[in-house]
């Protein structure tokens, strides 16, 4: 039986000395005298994780009455632990999450404290030169985009039956892992994800990462699902494969992303939409800050192995649109397969298909019933029937403030 290394970074500890390895702390190593002590104690780590290095990296060194500072990824990025007075004041309002939050910074990237253990993981995931990457921040038509590319690079005649399936099960996320884990991963897992695991990986060790040990799995040319933002992506990522990136305008996807705050429980957000817009614009919610995600995404938009999309762009002229993803993924639909495409990622037509995420058990019920589901609205400038005055103009500020001279073309209305 092979060691359970998730569960090792949660209850396992070496005390040496002054020295103590734990989960979730870090250490000024600069003392006199510590170097030594560190020394020995990864010497001992080194032989014990020495095939999963990933991992090795994620665990953390505190000193006892030492001075706290940050924790490494594999990018080289630091991630700091959110201090107890915050999380007593996020708990007022959402999820803290059964091993805290962190953030990776210079951006600031807020995250659930298993991320970084699969940020490391990432690393050394292995995209194919087929493989397509849907990246956008949440809530910016993501769905939609994997739909459209699943349907397009496997269901342009409308006939595979493998359509049938959850579209979490055809086009898993990469950056879901981070979202359950050794609580959650019970109490609301979707067991449609949880089951394919079973089949594809057997004896594999559920809390190492569903979602990507499936995609790891899964033979063949893959439609990935990504939130995380470019710069915590492996650097050689569009030498490797393509990437769809998806803009929504920041008004209406912070609605959405209310919404969907509100109606799933591992968010389990409890505050009002204005007390949630400011949050995000303070960038206090999982996945913020959403600034320097898009401005990345947009930075990149003329490398041939990207395609930048707005969701404004898609809802306007889905037709056109579809048809430039064709050009780049050069899959040579005909006029009529672009039809069906067309047809069938319409919102109507995949509202009507049922929810994306069909395990009820992820969901607060009532409220995902009375907010309309899953598939919402879907439409543009949803934003005007909930902003207030004031709150428009605050966040006209937050986004002018913010998108500087990137040139980022918005559409607003």
């Known amino acids: 039986m092979g060691v359970n290394y998730a569960r090792l970074a949660g209850f396992y500890s070496i005390v040496h000395g002054d020295v103590e390895l734990t989960q979730g702390q870090c250490c000024d190593v600069e003392e006199a005298g510590v170097r030594r002590k560190l020394d020995s104690v990864r010497s001992v780590l080194t032989v014990i994780l020495s095939h999963s290095p990933y991992f090795l990296l994620s665990l953390v060194v505190s000193i006892k009455g030492g001075r706290m500072s940050k924790q490494r990824l594999l990018t080289g ?47 050394s995931f292995k995209f194919r030169p087929d493989d397509v990457l849907v990246m956008t921040f949440p809530k910016s038509g993501t769905t939609w985009m994997q739909e459209i590319l699943w349907t397009m690079l496997f269901n342009p005649n409308l006939d595979n039956p493998q359509a049938t399936q959850p579209l979490l099960v055809r086009s898993a996320d990469l950056s879901v892992d981070m979202m359950f884990d050794t609580v959650t991963i019970d109490e ?117 192995n990207l395609h930048f999309v707005f969701y404004e762009d898609l809802k306007a002229d889905p ?21 069906n495409v067309v047809q069938h990622t319409s919102f109507s037509s995949m509202k009507s298909r049922g929810d994306p995420l069909p395990d009820q058990g992820i969901y607060n019920k009532e409220l995902h019933q009375s907010s309309g589901g899953f598939y919402r609205k879907g439409v543009t400038g949803d934003w005007k029937n909930h902003f207030s005055q004031e709150l428009n103009h605050e966040m006209d500020k937050w986004i002018k403030d913010n998108i500087g001279d990137s040139g980022i073309p918005f559409k607003m209305d």
């Open 77 to 123: 990025h630091e991630v700091e632990p959110m201090s107890e007075e915050w999380l007593t004041k996020m708990a007022q309002e959402q999820s803290t999450y059964e091993h805290g939050v962190v953030r990776i910074l210079p951006d600031g990237w807020l995250y659930p404290g298993t991320t970084p253990r699969f940020l490391n993981r990432i690393q």
């Open 319 to 339: 037709q056109g649109e579809i048809q430039k993803i064709n050009q780049f993924l050069a899959t040579g639909l005909t006029e009529q397969q672009l039809k």
């Open 188 to 304: 609301i897992r979707p067991e449609s994800m949880y089951e394919a695991f079973k089949k594809l990986c057997p004896g594999k060790d559920e809390e190492d990462g569903i979602a990507v040990q499936c995609l790891d799995a899964m033979p063949g040319q893959r439609v990935i699902k990504c939130h995380y933002p470019f710069d915590l992506m492996p650097p050689d990522l569009l030498d490797k494969t393509k990437v769809v990136y998806v803009a929504r305008n920041p008004k209406d996807m912070v609605v959405s992303f209310y919404h969907f705050y509100k109606v799933i429980k591992v968010f389990d957000y409890k505050g009002s939409l204005d007390s949630f817009i400011k949050l995000f614009m303070d960038n206090g919610v999982i996945y913020s800050p959403y600034w320097p995600h898009i401005k990345q995404g947009w930075q990149k938009r003329n490398h041939p």
